[in-house]
């Protein structure tokens, strides 16, 4: 799911004295700023192309000139959560540095996409954080065709240009420098299904013309070659990341989009097939990072009259996840948007078939997106789920999405956003205790 909101780049802070304020930007590669931080803050070198002002008295050396390798590992002893170590598998678990990770957060597409300022974006993550979150789950793209606002891949014609500037990939640089302060590491999708910040269709358009049917990007040759080199240029930017957990190959994949329909020849193998070939390739040059789909979870059973379970809209989740190169499973849950009528028993099937899925291939499996917009059953029935994923033994979960009073109002809201004022925020403190008690 997702929903689009337009705002402006914010300005990065400083002090009227010329000094960077706390969360502020103060160093890295391209920066032109201040390079010194206000009392009682640090200036914090959390990858080269992002030093912040993290609280405490330490003192760190700015790097401002390009690494041997694309990132470097935190190297500051300032006061912020220390991120060591890549997220790994172990059967249906996750595992950091040979010690049990709790999957647990929150979705938080706008962070690099709102133009908020530094501090809100702190702000937004330190209310996740205290949802006793460890993941976030957020976009690692914008395709535009004019260069307007935040942007991370502009399309002239048939020609695509990585944007690395403040405006583009810097924003997603923030994000994952002030994720790492507050001890939150991030699931980053590489593209969408759908047409909000740009999606497949706008690759199809640009390389072949309008009116191609939705699946050619699955299949086209042309259009697999610029999507693979989108793709690198972002992973090999972060692969020695360690406040990245996983890269999603996109959010949503179907034969269809918003407005573009699938062609006669688009079935699960389609999809499946490219899985396998864009997993693969991600592997090829980063061998740090999972890899997962950012799927809806839909199962493959042609006859079943329930649309989640019969394979029509391309996705075979259990073919999918057997795939070598595709190291955990995920899966959406909206039983209201998808005509469900029998909300609460529903999402519990649909959890506990995952759920056994997860245990028969021994990945793990994560319910990535789930909600409903009735705030006055919300608080009961995600507990009701909570509990399901609790007795089932599913790794873990994403809520869709998180929600945050800023500085120009509250983010995104989609109807289903839940900010810490909302009853649902103590149930989710209570899950987030509970998944950790089980291990």
């Keep these: ?47 080269a192309y992002y030093s912040q002002c993290l609280p405490g008295t330490a003192t760190t050396t700015v790097s401002t000139t390009p690494p041997t390798t694309t990132t470097s590992a935190p190297t500051s002893t300032a006061s912020a959560p220390a991120q060591t170590g890549f997220v790994k598998t172990s059967g249906t678990k996750f595992t950091l540095n040979g010690a049990p990770y709790t999957l647990f957060g929150e979705n938080a597409y706008w962070l690099a996409l709102g133009g908020y300022s530094t501090t809100d974006i702190n702000k937004a993550l330190s209310d996740i954080a205290a949802s006793g979150a460890t993941t976030v789950r957020t976009w690692g793209f914008n395709e535009v065709t004019s260069a307007n606002g935040i942007y991370f891949h502009l399309w002239s014609g ?28 991030l699931i980053i999708s590489l593209t969408n299904n759908w047409s909000d910040y740009g999606g497949m269709d706008v690759y199809a358009a640009q390389l072949l013309g309008s009116g191609q049917p939705h699946d050619v990007f ?27 957990l996983a890269w999603e190959l996109v959010n949503e994949p179907r034969c269809s989009g918003s407005s573009t329909t699938a062609s006669s020849t688009c079935t699960v193998s389609t999809i499946t097939t ?40 391309g996705i075979d989740f259990a073919a999918n996840l057997k795939i070598s190169t595709i190291d955990f499973g995920t899966f959406h849950m909206y039983p209201q948007g998808w005509g469900e009528t029998n909300t609460v028993p ?26 409903i917009s009735n705030s006055s059953t919300r608080a009961s029935t995600y507990s009701t789920w909570y509990q399901t994923v609790i007795s089932t033994g599913l790794t873990g979960d ?35 205790a509970a998944l950790k008690a089980r291990g």
Aim: a negative charge.
């Design 1 to 47: 799911m997702i929903r689009s909101t337009l705002l402006i780049l914010a300005l990065s802070l400083a002090s009227a004295a010329g000094q960077a304020v706390e969360w502020g930007q103060c160093g890295g590669i391209g920066w032109t700023g201040a390079t010194t931080c206000v009392s009682g803050t640090v200036c914090t070198e959390l990858n």
């Design 158 to 185: 048939k020609t695509a240009t990585v944007n690395t500037g403040s405006n583009g990939l810097g924003m997603l640089d923030t994000v994952i420098a002030a994720a790492k302060a507050h001890g939150l590491r």
């Design 218 to 244: 699955y299949t086209n040759p042309t259009i697999i070659a610029a999507f693979k080199t989108y793709v690198q240029a972002i992973v090999t930017r972060y692969v020695n990341e360690p406040g990245i």
């Design 274 to 313: 490219w899985v396998s070939t864009m997993s693969a390739f991600i592997k090829s040059i980063d061998s740090n990072h999972l890899v997962g789909l950012g799927d809806e979870g839909f199962f493959n059973e042609p006859g079943n009259s329930d649309y989640m379970y019969q394979g029509s809209a």
């Design 346 to 371: 529903w999402g519990n099937q649909w959890i506990t078939d995952h759920a056994t899925t997860m245990t028969s291939t021994n990945k793990p499996v994560i319910m990535e997106e789930f909600g």
């Design 398 to 432: 994403l809520i869709w999405q998180a929600g945050s009073q800023l500085t120009n109002g509250p983010t995104a809201n989609d109807g289903f956003a839940i900010y810490p004022t909302d009853p649902v925020y103590a149930v989710m403190q209570s899950h987030a």
